[in-house]
């Protein structure tokens, strides 16, 4: 089994390329940092060579992870259509051409398109349900847990310049959204790859909703951080989505007490997560 995973270098991506190579052939892509010598470069705005590499690599899989993220695509929204949309057209057109099957990676966001960044992810969507050969969505939710990446801005890289001291911590109560650890998706693909499931839409998360303050405190508190609320009045909406699809497909299911005790342990474990 061959994996092509592109967006490796990413945040989200490089965790799946540390979880996903133990158990298959992984080849992973990057598109400007490449954080590891064996990826390879796509740049996945230019067709001829999503075609160029996907022929060279034959994937029997394509892992789509490759995306700009939601902040700066609302300041570069011409930019962002043609890397999150236009890109993902054009990788479903050269997966078909090699009889390949896409697992995408979309946001809960894509259910209620209210940005530049969400409509991307819904647009994209549609693309992906026209893939000839199968496919599956997974919606994370906000994702916490480590990565090998821990250069991009993302909310658990933040809690980690904390706990370094690099940070002060301060954290919104106004904005809930359900929790993901980025584990429990490398554990689902997994999953969809060795049962072949195919035409799903599966969001990843917990049932618990929590603030950015709430998770903050129950990561950061046990290794004796002190963590402070701010209220940021924080308008963005409050995206709510069933999560029966996990249980309804035997797939791997989690609490949020249960996420907080792994990223916990990986707190204390992080060097085992550098490559």
Known sequence: MKILLTGASSYLGARLYFDLRSKYKVVGSYRENKIFNEFIHLEITDKKEIERVFNKIKPDIIIHA??????????????????????????????????????YISSIAAKNPFSVYSRTKKKSEKYIKMAKNGWVIIRPCHVLGISPNTIN???????????????????????????????????????????????????????????????????????????????????????SDSLDKLKGLGLPEYSYDEIIAKMIMEIKQREDYKL
Not at 74 to 97: C, G, L, M, P, Y
Not at 183 to 206: A, Q
Not at 212 to 228: C, E, V
């Open 153 to 239: 801005d993302r909310a658990f890289n933040r809690l980690l310049n904390n706990l370094d001291g690099k940070t002060e911590a301060v954290y919104d109560i106004s904005w809930k959204a359900h929790q993901t650890y980025i584990g429990h998706i490398s554990e689902v693909i997994e999953k969809i790859i060795d049962r072949k499931i195919v035409g799903e839409i599966i969001t990843v998360g917990t049932r618990e909703k929590k603030t950015r303050y709430d998770t903050a405190w129950d990561i950061l508190t046990p290794f004796g951080i002190q963590i402070t609320p701010v209220d940021k009045k924080d308008k963005t909406p409050v995206i």
């Open 66 to 103: 490759a995306a700009a993220e939601a902040k700066w695509c609302e300041a570069h929204s011409e930019e962002a259509i043609r890397i999150n949309q236009e890109s993902t057209k054009d990788i479903v057109t050269a997966a078909d051409k090699i009889g390949a099957k896409i697992i």
